[in-house]
């Protein structure tokens, strides 16, 4: 077992465990459960495989109280988190409880939302399922729901107590949601360590195989790295912003094809190469970089050119709405060099539109 800590001062610093057979072991929850409540929080799709090793594990302990929410991006809303609501007052929940995410980052956000607001804040452990989750979205704290006008528009920063990621749940993960999961890997080697970019090249075939020890290695770094930006930046201020590198290609993308045609992941990884493209253009990184980056993308299973029925206008058009616009200029995150991410309003759209053609 691995662990290290993301490090938010003396009363809010939590710990991140990455490892075989986690699941099976109470000493990973019982440190960060305070009362004698839990409700543990899943889906449909993840509750017969993994919340019976759970429930057992804590019901001698603990009162335990379980909600099975429908599965999908679709139902990541306000009335679902209401499910959790009604479950945590039927069964009179007090303050002290303890909120248990069991699932992918769907399931993460809304626990960790309801847990922000419930009764106006409990505790709550992420036990993350997807790879995307166990990189990203289980660490860092920003939880909540979708709006019929915008994703991730109504949340909370509430970090957990603890991250347990067990890799022995991937074995059921379906390939496509692997290789999303593998897309916000690759982007923390590009944003913050060429170190780690390098090693990745070098075992992404391991990886893709699910081989343990080079999985909790891409897991470990993933999450320090996503660690160290959550620390200094904790409610993105700044730099906390390099963690969408690829992203406002992608939320076009998503958006234009239809939330869940194409995965976030998915998406991420055309926009990174667009990204890239656009760095390069911009004169800082070598052109040879997008070459490598593609075949990286390519050895991971992930898309590498951008949907043929969507124009560059659209491209433009979607992301003149997105969240990083500021007073009018598309504040873009690209490369100075492999590892070395900002945050700029520098590139002209004339460069934006032919980074987006030699994705085609
Ligand atoms: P997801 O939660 O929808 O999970 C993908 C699918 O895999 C679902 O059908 C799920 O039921 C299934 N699944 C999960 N674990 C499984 C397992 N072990 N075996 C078999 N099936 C399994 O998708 P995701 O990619 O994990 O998360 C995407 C969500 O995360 C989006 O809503 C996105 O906005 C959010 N997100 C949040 C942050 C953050 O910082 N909070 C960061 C990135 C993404
Ligand atoms: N996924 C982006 C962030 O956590 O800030």
């Not at 069991?102 to 847990?115: C, E």
């Not at 939880?143 to 915008?150: A, E, S």
């Not at 234009?256 to 045609?261: D, E, P, R, V």
Request: aromatic share 6%; proline share 4%; with cysteine.
């Amino acid at each position: 077992m691995q662990k290290l800590t993301v490090e938010l001062g003396d009363k809010r610093s939590y710990p991140i465990y990455i490892g075989d057979n986690l699941l099976s072991n109470q000493s990973y929850f019982v440190p960060h459960i305070h009362g004698h409540q839990v409700c543990i929080v899943t889906n449909t799709t993840i509750a017969p495989l993994y919340l019976d090793a759970i429930h057992t594990l804590l019901s001698d302990k603990y009162q335990v109280d379980v909600v099975i929410l429908p599965d999908g991006e679709q139902y990541k809303q306000v009335d679902t988190v209401a499910q959790i609501y009604d479950c945590l007052l039927k069964n009179k929940h007090n303050r002290t409880t303890t909120l248990i995410a069991l699932g992918g980052g769907v399931v993460g956000d809304m626990t960790g939302f309801a847990a922000a607001t419930y009764q106006r804040g409990v505790n709550f452990i992420q036990i993350p399922t997807t790879l995307l989750a166990q990189v990203d979205s289980s660490v860092g704290g920003k939880t909540g729901v979708n709006h019929p006008l915008g994703k991730n528009m109504i949340g909370a920063f509430h970090q957990p107590q603890a991250v347990i990621i067990d890799t022995d749940v991937l074995q059921t993960l379906p390939a496509r949601e692997l290789s999303a999961g593998v897309a916000e890997i690759i982007k923390y080697g590009l944003i913050s360590d060429a170190p780690f970019y390098d090693w990745l090249e070098e075992n992404i075939a391991p990886i893709m195989s699910l081989k343990q020890s080079v999985l909790v290695e891409a897991i470990l770094k993933s999450c320090q790295n996503k660690a160290d930006v959550v620390s200094a930046d904790e409610r993105e201020g700044g730099i906390r912003a390099i963690l969408n590198f690829g992203h406002t290609f992608g939320h076009a993308i998503e958006a234009a094809q239809g939330y869940g045609n194409w995965l976030h992941g998915e998406a991420v990884a055309t926009g990174m190469l667009i990204a890239l493209n656009l760095s390069s253009r911009m004169g800082w990184v070598d052109n040879n970089e997008v070459s490598r980056l593609k075949s990286l993308l390519n050895s991971s299973n992930l898309p590498v050119t951008a949907p043929t029925d969507m124009s560059d206008q659209q491209f433009l058009d979607i992301m003149a709405v997105d969240k990083k616009v500021l007073r009018g200029k598309l504040r873009l995150v690209l490369l100075k060099s492999i590892g070395d991410a900002i945050v700029t309003e520098e590139a002209p759209v004339e460069k934006i539109a032919e980074s987006i053609q030699a994705c085609r």
